[in-house]
């Protein structure tokens, strides 16, 4: 007797986005799918909290990655650690690459129906100067550069916001602003909490702190029933900010110069 083959879900990412809509299909349709996840890292960095354990002295790379083939093996999921390099929706087929060792030969994965949740593209590489001379705190391997940064810390200036956020604008409706920051709640909380651990470790306070922005106004997203409040908190505990910065242009040892022709 044949049996009726089960539809084929594949979930591309298995970070917030891929591994909460796995698991959200595997609780509605049950054994109903088979669900096959991809992804290039057998693990999930918690990435919002990498900035809380640098400056508590914690190694991110330790204390923030969650074993996610783990979760997937016990939901009944085949995870595959493997790099997607292309996408076929006429033939519904995704092409991977195993990720663990180089030279792997590709392979082809059939789905009846796709997921993807691949995440965006940091664009680090697009700011002259960021490898030598910029720290953040968005992923492991820069979590603790800037652990060894602070490490080694002694004093001066630290200026703390973001680049110009650039978003696909084809067929964008007019009605969807265009942001140019992206979420700017992590730069406040960094700034925050840098104030924090510099008086703690007797090296100062928030005057020695300067948050920019590329728009109008830090954290605009907000809306100003928020950010009003938090800009006379900030100013009386002595925060420098500066404003319409349009874009980072370039970092260099003592400084860094915005698109707008500003410096700091
Ligand atoms: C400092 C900081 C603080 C933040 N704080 C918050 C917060 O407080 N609250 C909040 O909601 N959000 C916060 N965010 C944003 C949040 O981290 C992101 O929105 C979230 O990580 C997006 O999840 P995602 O699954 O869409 O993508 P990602 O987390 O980017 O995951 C994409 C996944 O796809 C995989 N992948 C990508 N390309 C390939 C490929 N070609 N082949 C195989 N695998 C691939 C990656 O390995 C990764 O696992 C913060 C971000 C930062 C940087």
């Known amino acids: 007797m044949m049996s009726m083959a089960k539809p084929k879900v594949v979930v591309l990412g298995s970070s917030f986005a891929g591994l909460t809509t796995a698991r959200f299909i595997r609780k509605h349709a049950g054994d109903k799918v088979d669900l096959v996840v991809v992804d290039r890292n057998p693990y999930l960095t918690f990435v919002p909290n990498i900035q809380m354990e640098v400056l508590a002295g914690h190694d991110p790379l330790e204390t923030m990655l969650l074993d996610t083939p783990a979760i997937h093996a016990k939901d009944g999921n085949t995870f595959l650690n493997a790099e997607v390099v292309a996408l076929d929706p006429d033939t519904r087929r995704v092409q991977i690459v195993p990720s663990d ?56 200036p630290i200026v703390i916001g973001s680049a110009r956020f650039h978003q696909g604008l084809q067929d964008k409706p007019d009605w969807l602003p265009v942001g140019l920051a992206a979420c700017e709640g992590p730069p406040l909380e960094l700034g925050l909490a840098m104030a924090h651990w510099l008086s703690t470790h007797h090296l100062g306070d928030a005057h020695k702190i300067t948050l920019f922005t590329p728009a109008e106004m830090i954290a605009e997203d907000a809306g100003e029933a928020i950010v009003t409040p938090f800009h006379e908190m900030a100013s009386q505990k002595g925060f420098g900010y500066l404003n319409n910065t349009q874009d980072v242009r370039r970092l260099h040892a003592d400084g860094i110069e915005f698109e707008s022709r500003a410096s700091l």
């Open 101 to 156: 060792r180089p030279g792997s030969a590709p392979e082809s994965l059939s789905y009846d129906y796709l997921v993807i949740a691949l995440g965006n593209r940091l664009a680090y590489d697009q700011i002259a100067g960021f490898g030598e001379h910029g720290d953040t705190v968005s992923s492991g391997f820069y979590g603790n550069k800037l652990r060894r940064r602070l490490a080694a810390y002694r004093g001066g």
